[in-house]
């Protein structure tokens, strides 16, 4: 591995490399992208070395761990600190939610988009595994070797090809999606129209919304918003959205998929959560979705669903009633409302006569529906 400059050397070296007029240069010179460098060189997260750096890496590091430059030291944190449960000396650097900036800011929109560091495009959006390295140019300028005229004359080499408008305007458009890869999902679009998405199954799952859930399940469907990991917002999707009256904001209430079916008179706009790791909607995320419709004008917004206990036919009602009581009371206890609400479900008991009446209040609901497109429990 190449000896290390420490964390403070490697922000001074930073603020060289980057000078005033370098896009985004407040992402790439702040100490938290010192630590992000200083950590990928501490791993060997470089280009062609075979390890890749997670915002993990970045945000558990430690002053004890840092101090210990041997390669054993430093191969055992690249793999240890990825393990569930793993401990590591002394305090850390940064807390867990600082995971966002560093993959967001520091990676993404610094280090990735002005080309020094590269990023697996074959993992899933929703993967955990680390997906950075330092590109090979870039980590030669962190060479403790490397001082006075020698660093200036090789940190001026790397600014001329890495800093020059025709390299950023092609890193800007490679990222915007513009380019075209091998692994990349091509939905098409009830109209003809194709998208272009990242691999992985999120991009899959929604290839399959729009291409066989839409036009099995609506009557004249149509796509209106369509997001991604690292492409939020489409230009196309946002002006067809903000010119039916949905105001999208990619920090609040960014939708996955909206689908419209132009079908009935009254178009039935229907919201898709893609979910390939996470768990049921929850009640904020409802809450912005419908509060998103209603400020559009359009009718109420239904997205409800409940789960519910049921026990055999003639199974006596003292057993039926000392059930429901045995329930009603989990679902007060805070274990259990903590452990619920990990997964977006909020308890709420009800009693046998009420929840029998919610159902059958339901069924008259959605049964009409069920029956005309065919749904059966098999489907």
Do not use: C
Not at 2 to 31: C, K, S, W
Not at 69 to 82: E, I, M, N, Q
Not at 89 to 106: A, K, L, S, V
Not at 115 to 139: M, N, W
């Amino acid at each position: 591995m190449m000896p290390m400059l420490t964390r403070d050397e490697v922000h001074v070296r930073l603020q060289e490399i980057f000078p005033d007029g370098a896009p985004n240069r407040a992402y790439l010179t702040r100490m938290l992208a010192a630590s992000t460098v200083f950590v990928a060189l501490y791993i060997d997260a470089t280009e062609g070395s075979g390890t890749m750096l997670g915002p993990k890496h970045v945000y558990r590091m430690t002053d004890e761990q840092a101090a210990l430059v041997d390669d054993a030291s430093r191969t055992a944190y690249a793999t240890g600190v990825l393990r569930t449960g793993s401990q590591t000396e002394g305090r850390r650097w940064y807390q867990d939610n600082t995971r966002e900036p560093i993959r967001d800011e520091t990676l993404r929109e610094g280090l990735v988009a002005i080309g020094a560091v590269i990023e697996r495009t074959d993992l899933p959006t929703t993967s955990s595994k680390p997906r950075y390295a330092l590109k090979a140019s870039f980590a030669a300028l962190f060479d403790p070797a490397l001082t006075g005229e020698a660093l200036q004359a090789r940190i001026a080499a790397w600014q001329a090809e890495a800093l020059n408008k025709g390299a950023l305007a092609r890193l800007a458009i490679v990222r915007r999606g513009a380019g075209v890869s091998a692994d990349q999902v091509l939905v098409t679009f009830p109209n003809g129209e194709t998208r272009r998405m990242k691999p992985g199954p999120s991009s899959e799952i929604t290839k399959a919304v729009v291409e066989v859930f839409a036009p099995a399940f609506l009557t004249a469907p149509a796509v209106v918003f369509l997001s991604e990991s690292g492409n939020k917002v489409v230009a196309r999707d946002d002006a067809l959205a903000r010119s039916i009256g949905l105001a999208i904001q990619a920090d609040k209430n960014l939708p996955d998929t909206i689908l419209v079916d132009l079908g009935p008179v009254h178009p039935l706009l229907v919201f898709v959560e893609v979910v390939a790791t996470d768990g049921p909607i929850s009640q904020r995320r409802k809450e912005a979705l419908e509060e998103l419709v209603a400020e559009a004008g359009f009718p109420e917004l239904t997205t409800e669903e409940w789960f519910g206990f049921y026990a055999p036919a003639k199974t006596p009602k003292a057993v039926l009633q000392a059930a429901n009581a045995a329930i009603n009371a989990a679902l007060k206890d805070k274990a259990v409302m903590d452990a619920l609400a990990v997964v977006g479900l909020i308890p709420r008991g009800s009693t046998m006569e009420e929840m029998a009446a919610s159902q059958a209040s339901e069924s008259k609901h959605w049964g009409p529906l069920i029956k005309k497109i065919g749904f059966t429990a098999e489907s």
